[in-house]
């Protein structure tokens, strides 16, 4: 489907089947789909392509996920590079319990920095398939979504100039601190907001993983994890009190709480590391319902966050990503608008089945140090009860790798 004229630089109406708001892993992956099927869009990001290709953030993938990039065209390098994790490993009181959930599942988990899969997102859209990217552009604003003539408007920072983009579709990808939401919320839709009352402090060390998998430390001083992103790179978690200073966490502090938190018989200790990012996330969800309204999808953290607790949120951004650049395509090259019309449902199933998981996997991480003995001695069963139950850890194993038939 061609554009029409004038040319994108005019500071006259440009016109484009879909625009796709925000450059991260659900809008790059919406933008592949649609010019694979040579459906012309324009994405529009904030920040420069230089900057989205270094943001570290995500790395865990179910194997899912990345089978339906791979059907996409869009896994060479990953499939290439990732590691492949087949357990994970919970250490409580002073032991380690080894969780081999590949064997339950016959599924593993892929571990990719996201950094990485977004700069294959980025190359492919923009190199290979010849796709519209406009990074670094300012003040984006969306305009008549209620009618079937929407459009969107940035600020070029090249030349401070407004533009403007007509067009038929838009796709709000733009994360957690975009735009788009407020676009749906609350005149359209109704967002659901949880809150876990607690901090993590995420930390990325210059330092080879301790351990061949993820790690979760159940400890009463607070949850700790580690979790390999790369032969060079580990990503740790301390539970911390929300709203915390990074700067009250000085790397002593750090790798000291590090020792205790994850310390179990008989294992070697951490290899410590410079630390490269140090930030506290106040833990907490929300979902957006329905994702959509009018000519405007909401995809990936636009539409739900889910807090880094199982791993889930870039998984869910692809599941949406997968299902609207597929919708998209029907509709605007067969006239198929049954997959826009199911959109946001389809997506929702997920996306609260995932929520309420890490819901549960959250009392499992932070009970044990809510100085509550009812809250410790329930946390310690549903641990005891992973390692006893076959039925128990069959179902915690299909939750973890987001393997359930149907959801
Ligand atoms: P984003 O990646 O946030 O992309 C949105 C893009 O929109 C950004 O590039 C942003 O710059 C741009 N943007 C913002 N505002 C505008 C605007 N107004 N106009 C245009 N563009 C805009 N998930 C997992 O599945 N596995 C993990 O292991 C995992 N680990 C994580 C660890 C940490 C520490 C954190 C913070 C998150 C983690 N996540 C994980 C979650 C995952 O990173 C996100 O869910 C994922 O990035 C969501 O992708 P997205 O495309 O929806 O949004």
């Known amino acids: 489907m061609a554009t029409t004229s004038p040319h994108p630089d005019s500071p006259s109406p440009y016109r484009v089947p879909v625009v796709v708001v925000g450059a991260g892993p659900a809008g790059l992956t919406v933008g592949n789909i649609l010019r694979a099927a040579h459906v012309d869009c324009v994405v529009l990001e904030t920040e420069t392509r230089a900057s989205i290709e270094r943001r570290p953030r995500a790395g865990v993938i179910e194997e899912w996920a990345v089978r339906g990039l791979q059907r996409r065209g869009l896994a060479g390098n990953l499939l290439e590079r990732a590691q492949l994790h087949t357990a994970c490993e919970f250490r409580f009181g002073g032991e380690r319990y080894r969780f081999p959930y590949a064997e339950l599942t016959d599924r593993h988990h892929f571990v990719y920095p996201q950094p990485l899969l977004v700069t294959d997102l980025v190359h492919e859209y923009v190199d290979v398939r010849g796709g519209d990217a406009r990074f670094a552009v300012l003040d984006v604003a969306l305009h008549d979504l209620d009618t079937d003539r929407p459009s969107v408007s940035y600020t070029c920072p090249e030349s401070g100039e407004r533009r403007l983009l007509r067009c038929d579709f838009v796709v709000g990808a733009d994360g957690a601190r975009g735009v788009s939401r407020a676009a749906l919320v609350p005149a359209r839709a109704r967002i659901a907001r949880h809150d876990y009352g607690t901090g993590w402090l995420a930390l990325l060390a210059e330092a080879p993983p301790s351990c061949d998998c993820v790690l979760f430390g159940i400890h009463p001083r607070g949850f700790a994890g580690h979790m390999p ?179």
């Open 229 to 407: 992103r790369s032969p060079e790179v580990t990503r740790y978690y301390l539970q911390c009190p929300p709203g915390d200073d990074p700067e009250n966490w000085p790397h002593e502090r750090v790798w000291a709480e590090l020792h205790e938190r994850l310390g179990a018989a008989g294992v070697p200790p951490l290899t410590e590391g410079r630390l490269i990012e140090k930030r506290v996330l106040d833990m907490h969800d929300y979902v957006v319902e329905p994702m959509a309204h009018g000519r405007l999808f909401l995809a990936g953290d636009a539409a739900h966050l889910v807090a880094p607790i199982a791993a889930k949120g870039m998984n869910l951004a692809l599941h949406d990503a997968f299902l609207l650049g597929d919708a998209l395509v029907a509709c605007l090259t067969k006239g198929d608008g049954g997959g826009l019309d199911g959109y946001s449902d389809a997506c929702l199933r997920r996306v609260w089945d995932y929520q309420e998981f890490s819901q549960w996997l959250s009392e499992v991480y932070h009970g044990t140090a809510a100085g509550d003995p009812f809250r410790t001695g329930t946390t310690l069963a549903r641990l005891r009860r992973l390692f006893t139950s076959p039925a128990a850890a069959a179902a915690f194993a299909e939750q973890y790798l987001g393997t359930a038939e149907r959801y």
